[in-house]
């Protein structure tokens, strides 16, 4: 795979033409319904991303479809979120498809709230973001947690790592802990691009692709890139060790947007990802855009079939 991903130089020019491809980490937000506590101190996310919002960004760019990611409301709101959405992967006027919805894996009713949406096929997985001040590191270690997180594997569902980069081992750990439990570590395991130093990231992406039940989500870098000051040399030596140590049967892409709107717009992140990963073989690149994510969520009956 290494050297299928060699980063390209940043004078070769985007595609002209891209193949339809899956979002598998699309967010929206409605501050008129929901609270999310993260955008309390304001900053250019702090405002409603609706789905016309995300229409509008993804425009002319072949989106055949998205999975909704759950943004981190407040526990107390997780299930309307999870109702707000479902409607809209019930509807024929947008792309959305399937949502990993928002979930705790260690409270006492974790099983009652998967038993609520037992009967909704959209449901793919859940999610619980470990990165923020008030979940420390190996929380997601402890025996609720992952008592939890078997559950999820009984009912067929996944489970989202979205961890600090240096935190890797606790999600290896975890899955090992799980093996019956599929899990996508997001964001290429949150590695910042204007990081000097990436080595530790490097052997713990080692460590966590050595987990057969864990796939990798390129989604989410170019969010810590240098805005207006960052080019394609820049992601893809992330890219590119993601790819080498999941192979191109796990790893798939989602856009993290509007989160990846702190530097890109949705069609700068997009065509600079095809730009790096221009020299793959074209079925590897159908892999990465949409063939991995159809399986991985079982979408082959809610999609058309994709060249």
């Not at 490097?202 to 805005?227: F, L, T």
């Not at 074209?282 to 994510?293: G, M």
């Given at each position: 795979?290494?050297?299928?991903?060699k980063?390209?130089?940043?004078?070769?020019?985007?595609?002209?033409?891209?193949r339809?491809?899956?979002?598998?980490?699309?967010?929206?937000?409605?501050?008129?319904?929901?609270?999310?506590?993260?955008?309390?101190?304001?900053?250019?996310?702090?405002?409603?991303?609706?789905?016309?919002?995300?229409?509008?960004?993804?425009a002319?760019?072949?989106?055949?479809?998205?999975?909704?990611?759950?943004?981190?409301?407040?526990?107390?709101?997780?299930?309307?979120?999870?109702?707000?959405?479902?409607?809209?992967?019930?509807?024929?006027?947008?792309?959305?498809?399937?949502?990993?919805?928002?979930?705790?894996?260690?409270?006492?009713?974790?099983?009652?709230?998967?038993?609520?949406?037992?009967?909704?096929a959209?449901?793919?997985?859940?999610?619980?973001?470990?990165?923020?001040?008030?979940?420390?590191?190996?929380?997601?270690?402890?025996?609720?947690?992952?008592?939890?997180?078997?559950?999820?594997?009984?009912?067929?569902?996944?489970?989202?790592?979205?961890?600090?980069?240096?935190?890797?081992?606790?999600?290896?750990?975890?899955?090992?802990?799980?093996?019956?439990?599929?899990?996508?570590?997001?964001?290429?395991?949150?590695?910042?691009?204007?990081?000097?130093d990436?080595?530790?990231?490097?052997?713990?992406?080692?460590?966590?692709?050595?987990?057969?039940?864990?796939?990798?989500?390129?989604?989410?870098?170019?969010?810590?890139?240098?805005?207006?000051?960052?080019?394609?040399?820049?992601?893809?030596?992330?890219?590119?060790?993601?790819?080498?140590?999941?192979?191109?049967?796990?790893?798939?892409?989602?856009?993290?947007?509007?989160?990846?709107?702190?530097?890109?717009?949705?069609?700068?992140?997009?065509?600079?990802?095809?730009t790096?990963?221009?020299?793959?073989?074209?079925?590897?690149?159908?892999?990465?855009?949409?063939?991995?994510?159809?399986?991985?969520?079982?979408l082959?009956?809610?999609?058309?079939?994709?060249?």
């Open positions: 795979m290494e050297d299928e991903s980063a390209l130089s940043t004078s070769r020019p985007a595609p002209r033409t891209s339809p491809f899956l979002d598998t980490h699309q967010h929206l937000w409605d501050l008129d319904r929901f609270r999310l506590p993260w955008l309390d101190g304001g900053g250019p996310l702090a405002r409603s991303h609706r789905m016309a919002d995300y229409q509008m960004a993804a002319g760019l072949n989106l055949a479809a998205s999975v909704y990611m759950e943004v981190d409301v407040t526990p107390d709101q997780q299930a309307l979120e999870a109702e707000y959405v479902l409607e809209l992967c019930r509807r024929d006027d947008n792309p959305m498809v399937a949502a990993v919805i928002g979930g705790r894996p260690a409270s006492d009713d974790f099983g009652a709230y998967l038993d609520r949406l037992r009967d909704c959209e449901v793919k997985g859940v999610r619980q973001v470990l990165h923020v001040a008030e979940t420390p590191p190996g929380y997601c270690l402890s025996p609720t947690f992952i008592r939890g997180v078997r559950h999820l594997g009984e009912r067929g569902l996944s489970f989202d790592l979205c961890l600090r980069s240096n935190e890797l081992l606790d999600g290896a750990r975890l899955a090992e802990a799980c093996p019956e439990t599929r899990f996508i570590l997001d964001h290429c395991g949150n590695a910042n691009v204007q990081s000097k990436r080595s530790q990231w490097q052997r713990d992406i080692e460590q966590i692709a050595r987990q057969s039940n864990v796939v990798c989500k390129i989604s989410g870098i170019v969010a810590s890139a240098k805005p207006d000051a960052w080019s394609t040399d820049d992601l893809a030596p992330i890219i590119n060790h993601v790819a080498s140590e999941f192979g191109p049967n796990r790893i798939f892409f989602g856009s993290d947007w509007p989160v990846c709107t702190l530097a890109a717009t949705y069609r700068q992140w997009v065509e600079a990802l095809q790096i990963v221009a020299g793959w073989p074209a079925e590897n690149q159908r892999k990465l855009f949409h063939k991995n994510a159809v399986e991985f969520y079982r082959a009956g809610a999609l058309p079939e994709l060249s």
